[in-house]
């Protein structure tokens, strides 16, 4: 089956936004997972308790959350490995392929279960986590491997990557649970929505108007679009990675609970690391709008004869979402962190983060109008 042909299935479109939606509702179940401080909930993964079914998991609050997000997340990783054997197999060898690593992840769950179910002699118990941990190599080297083929198209590159990274999320989520680190924790929790924007991508790569999935600006208006938009998607990941790292190493109160200022300073003194990682996350949060504001502008001014009306539609959902999310974070501090403002306030970050990633996809694969109307 050639690779047109898959891009242009409605059907696997379909179910690669069902993936997106999948994702959208984990990387929010974990974001309220770690505003109910439920993370270490149980101590052993990828079993609760030494169960898949932990006893009394759906009446109390804390093993409900975490739990739950474990289902989640083995959810999404069974859908992701569905959507790259969608992708891959075009003949009998690639599904005899595909059946060996779904094998492999097989067993390296097992293994992954194993280790996990020993709650008796701690050396054992990592011995057997290592294994699992050298088992887990065999599907990811064949993915690397595979991934650069010259023979994969780019939309089965997308989903092999995706795989590669929902298997090393998963044992990043493990070693944050083995180890009892806040700082894998941030990495778990910002790996997971980079591997969002990838599924975004491989939804995008599917529409049948792929080819034509770009920004219409002239030579000199492309520049400034691309490189204003690569800089807009590097600062809402850099303004996420100060909200992970708040969320992980404050989790009780807040360290500051002034709106606009910080310990009553425009700028605090920064030899506490926690009231730095707050005040970089208001601080930037503000330049951020002014960045949005600033592409919103300068998209209204590129514009001619309605080739700019995506970026512009773009860049005001944009700008919409991030006085929102500024207003949220504001209420975040006024409310001392009430549950649903903080997780509201996170996903809506979520938001941010895909909109931006599709303004710089579009922006990168930007045409001239000479260019853009014969493609199409």
């Known amino acids: 089956m050639p690779s047109s042909t898959i891009a242009r299935s409605t059907a696997f479109q379909r179910f690669s936004i069902s993936v997106v939606v999948c994702a959208v509702l984990l990387i929010w179940w974990g974001a309220a997972t770690t505003t109910a401080d439920a993370g270490m909930a149980f101590h052993d993964w990828p079993l609760s308790l030494g169960s898949v079914n932990?006893?009394?998991?759906?009446?109390?609050?804390?093993?409900?959350?975490?739990?739950?997000?474990?289902?989640?997340?083995?959810?999404?990783?069974?859908?992701?490995?569905?959507?790259?054997?969608?992708?891959?197999?075009?003949?009998?060898?690639?599904?005899?392929?595909?059946l060996l690593v779904t094998i492999m992840l097989a067993m390296v769950f097992s293994a992954y279960v194993k280790a996990g179910a020993e709650r008796v002699d701690p050396e054992?118990?990592?011995?057997?986590?290592?294994?699992?941990?050298?088992?887990?190599?065999?599907?990811?080297?064949?993915?690397?491997?595979?991934?650069?083929?010259?023979?994969?198209?780019?939309?089965?590159?997308?989903?092999?990557?995706?795989?590669?990274?929902?298997?090393?999320?998963?044992?990043?989520?493990?070693?944050?649970?083995?180890?009892?680190?806040?700082?894998?924790?941030?990495?778990?929790?910002?790996?997971?929505?980079?591997?969002?924007c990838l599924l975004v991508l491989i939804a995008l790569a599917s529409r049948q108007s792929w080819a034509t999935f770009g920004?219409?600006?002239?030579?000199?208006?492309?520049?400034?679009?691309?490189?204003?938009?690569?800089?807009?998607?590097?600062?809402?990941?850099?303004?996420?990675?100060?909200?992970?790292s708040m969320r992980h190493h404050h989790r009780y109160g807040l360290a500051d609970e002034g709106l606009l200022l910080t310990q009553g300073q425009l700028i605090p003194?920064?030899?506490?690391?926690?009231?730095?990682?707050?005040?970089?996350?208001?601080?930037?949060?503000?330049?951020?709008?002014?960045?949005?504001?600033?592409?919103?502008?300068?998209?209204r001014s590129f514009g001619t004869l309605g080739a700019g009306k995506p970026s512009r539609r773009l860049s005001q959902t944009l700008l919409i979402m991030v006085v929102v999310q500024i207003s949220l974070g504001l209420g975040v501090i006024a409310s001392a962190k009430e549950f649903w403002v903080t997780n509201v306030h996170?996903?809506?970050?979520?938001?941010?983060?895909?909109?931006?990633?599709?303004?710089?996809?579009?922006?990168?694969?930007?045409?001239?109008?000479?260019?853009?109307a014969t493609a199409g």
């Open 346 to 372: 996170v996903l809506n970050g979520l938001g941010i983060l895909a909109v931006s990633f599709v303004f710089a996809v579009r922006a990168i694969r930007s045409k001239t109008p000479t260019v853009a």
């Open 269 to 299: 003194p920064l030899d506490d690391g926690i009231i730095a990682l707050m005040f970089l996350h208001k601080s930037t949060g503000f330049l951020l709008g002014f960045l949005i504001l600033g592409i919103f502008l300068l998209t």
């Open 54 to 98: 932990p006893e009394g998991w759906l009446s109390y609050a804390i093993p409900f959350w975490e739990h739950s997000h474990r289902l989640l997340a083995t959810l999404v990783g069974v859908l992701v490995l569905v959507q790259f054997c969608w992708s891959y197999i075009r003949s009998w060898k690639q599904a005899l392929e595909c």
């Open 215 to 244: 920004f219409t600006f002239s030579d000199r208006s492309k520049k400034w679009i691309r490189t204003s938009s690569a800089l807009l998607f590097v600062s809402v990941v850099m303004q996420l990675i100060w909200g992970a």
């Open 124 to 196: 054992i118990k990592a011995a057997l986590m290592n294994r699992a941990y050298l088992l887990s190599l065999l599907p990811l080297a064949w993915l690397i491997t595979g991934f650069f083929r010259s023979s994969w198209d780019f939309l089965t590159k997308c989903c092999g990557l995706a795989l590669i990274m929902v298997t090393t999320q998963a044992i990043f989520g493990g070693l944050r649970v083995t180890e009892i680190s806040d700082a894998l924790a941030v990495v778990h929790g910002c790996f997971g929505q980079l591997f969002f």
